[in-house]
């Protein structure tokens, strides 16, 4: 699943007219760039959720066919938030265990490395695994600590410092049971929970990651692509 619902304030103006996913950098909307990493690593059915100018993103993508995919939309009146977003589409969504990823995100990940906890998280215990990245200079403190590959509760320590969550994770359909769908609801309350339970993965990933928050970040990013590609 990719997360395409947001409006995007920061964005402004740029989103006024145009959804956030759309987007372009490096001569292509955000949204594709995950797409095609998405279909490269074997995921073939995708399922958007989208609520500001959401038809501008059914316009552009179709059913995916043209990008190797098959796509279908999670259409919201207005946008529900994550876990609201995620538990309203997951009668589109096929399997018990899934991926989601931010829409808003450019990320060379391989998503292929997910093969591993999608079999571990169907075979019963954790209900999420989370990719964590470096903190970005907007996100100092970062959100969650990670050792030995377990995302963990503990206090901090002078050896161990939080990291960012990516937008990418690893979802088991049980994190969601009590999410009412059509209800706005967010994400982190039921990471923090699975969290204390002990039942949340994770793995840091130290390659190309930016949350395109700002027209700035965007222009930058695009900037740095392009000139990545002529060389």
């Not at 009590?178 to 969290?195: C, M, S, V, W």
Request: glycine fraction near 10%.
């Amino acid at each position: 699943m990719i997360l395409a619902a947001g409006r995007g304030e920061r964005m402004r103006p740029l989103t006024d007219h145009t959804p956030k996913p759309l987007l372009q950098v490096g001569g292509k909307p955000l949204i594709v760039w995950h797409i095609e990493r998405l279909c490269a690593a074997g995921f073939t059915h995708i399922v958007i959720n989208h609520a500001h100018l959401g038809q501008q993103i059914e316009d552009a993508l179709g059913n995916g066919a043209a990008l190797g995919v098959s796509i279908d939309y999670s259409r919201e009146v207005s946008a529900l938030e994550t876990a609201g977003g995620i538990a309203t589409a997951l009668p589109l969504i096929e399997s018990e265990v899934f991926t989601v990823v931010n829409g808003d995100i450019y990320c060379e990940y391989d998503f292929s490395r997910l093969a591993e906890p999608l079999v571990r998280l169907a075979a019963g215990h954790d209900q999420s695994h989370l990719v964590l990245v470096d903190n970005p200079s907007h996100n100092l403190k970062g959100d969650f600590l990670l050792e030995d590959g377990r995302v963990t509760p503990s206090p901090l320590t002078a050896h161990r410092l939080p990291l960012t969550f990516s937008g990418i994770g690893v979802y088991h359909r049980a994190l969601f049971a009590h999410t009412p769908a059509g209800e706005k609801a967010p994400l982190a309350p039921l990471l923090r929970q699975a969290i204390d339970a002990g039942r949340v993965s994770g793995e840091h990933f130290g390659g190309r990651w930016v949350d395109v928050g700002t027209p700035e970040r965007l222009n930058a990013l695009d900037e740095e692509l392009r000139q990545h590609h002529a060389a």
